[in-house]
């Protein structure tokens, strides 16, 4: 029996494609998505994994047609605001990351602040919703942090940093999927991701269901993680003392 993937992040990609392929609109491909984002959380628990961070929208997806952002953001309340109760009932914490950006409708900030309240001691999953996230930004964010609370250049190490980060609790990946079958971090996660196995999956974000979470995991197992050792046993069990 395998011990579950601790941490599974998911770029969630293909949604526009999904609503051309169907002649549609690029809104609808964003709202069928919902369905994957309930589909992910189930099989989260269902697998025993612990922390869950689903790619809701990038610093970069600014720049899309404003009528395309407004959709994305007033979709994430609506998922909010259509999953919350079931979410809580399932022991699941929500939290956002990012969430730094004026242009983030107020009503959704509302939404959001309510949705962390409520889950705040729930344990059984940790759902991270990256909305408004970029790495790059993250550790920019984590350096003005350590010189604004004057830590010497000498004293500053990979704990700092980390220490540094908006969620400092929240674990390494040790999985990162991305559907639509392109090959890119997209500026995902950067500092939390630097040891993830790497799935990409060839399915559109609105069709991924249980089991191409399972397919991700299953495939998560065969790899052999060695975190830059050579001696299979050790390196693994370096990852356990890590992870515990
Ligand atoms: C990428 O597809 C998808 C997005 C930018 C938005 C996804 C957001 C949701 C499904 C809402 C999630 C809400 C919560 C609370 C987790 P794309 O538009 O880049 O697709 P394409 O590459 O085919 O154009």
């Known amino acids: 029996m395998h011990t579950p ?3 599974v992040a998911l770029i969630m990609d293909g949604n526009g494609r999904w609503a051309e392929q ?8 964003h709202s069928a998505g919902e369905e994957g984002v309930v589909a992910s959380v189930r099989a989260a628990v269902d697998s025993g994994v612990s922390w869950l961070t689903l790619f809701a929208f990038s610093t970069e997806n600014w720049r899309r047609p404003q009528p395309e952002v407004d959709f994305i953001m007033r979709l994430n309340q609506r998922v909010i605001r259509n999953n919350l ?6 022991d699941v914490r929500m939290r956002y990351l990012g969430v730094a950006d004026a242009r983030i409708p107020k009503c959704v ?3 959001i602040a309510f949705a962390e309240d409520l889950t705040r001691n729930n344990r059984t999953l940790t759902l991270t919703v990256a909305l408004d996230h970029g790495g790059r930004r993250d550790l920019a964010r984590a350096a003005r942090s350590i010189v604004a609370h004057g830590v010497p250049a000498d004293q500053i190490t990979e ?10 609790d929240l674990p390494d990946v040790d999985l990162l999927v991305r559907t639509s079958a392109e090959h890119r971090l997209s500026n995902f996660m950067l500092w939390q991701a630097a040891y993830a ?3 990409f999956l060839d399915v559109l974000w609105p069709d991924f269901r249980a089991e191409h979470f399972r397919q991700a995991v299953d495939l998560y197992h065969r790899r052999q993680r060695r975190f830059g050792d050579v001696s299979q046993p050790a390196a693994q069990a370096a990852a356990v003392s890590t992870s515990a």
């Open 5 to 7: 993937p601790r941490h």
């Open 22 to 29: 169907r002649g549609c609109e690029r809104a609808d491909g």
């Open 85 to 90: 109760r079931a979410w809580n009932d399932m």
């Open 109 to 111: 900030y509302e939404d």
């Open 159 to 168: 704990e700092t940093l980390a220490g540094h980060m908006q969620f400092p």
């Open 197 to 199: 196995e790497l799935v």
